[in-house]
């Protein structure tokens, strides 16, 4: 579940690649690839605008 601002956060994932997917019934689809090595703190922003 995200917070108010759409935030969220994943912990204790094991070190690999993952492709993240954003989606929004009005917008569509958004995809972006992350690759975590260690205990490393990635991000991954989407924005959806208005058609």
């Not at 991000?43 to 959806?48: E, G, K, L, V």
Request: charged content about 15%; hydrophobic content about 35%; cysteine-free.
């Amino acid at each position: 579940m995200s917070g108010a601002d759409g935030a969220f956060t994943l912990k204790g994932l094991p070190p690999g690649t993952y492709t993240i997917e954003a989606w929004h019934e009005a917008y569509g689809t958004q995809t972006a690839t992350v690759t975590v090595a260690g205990s490393e703190t990635k991000t991954a922003d989407f924005s959806f605008a208005g058609k």
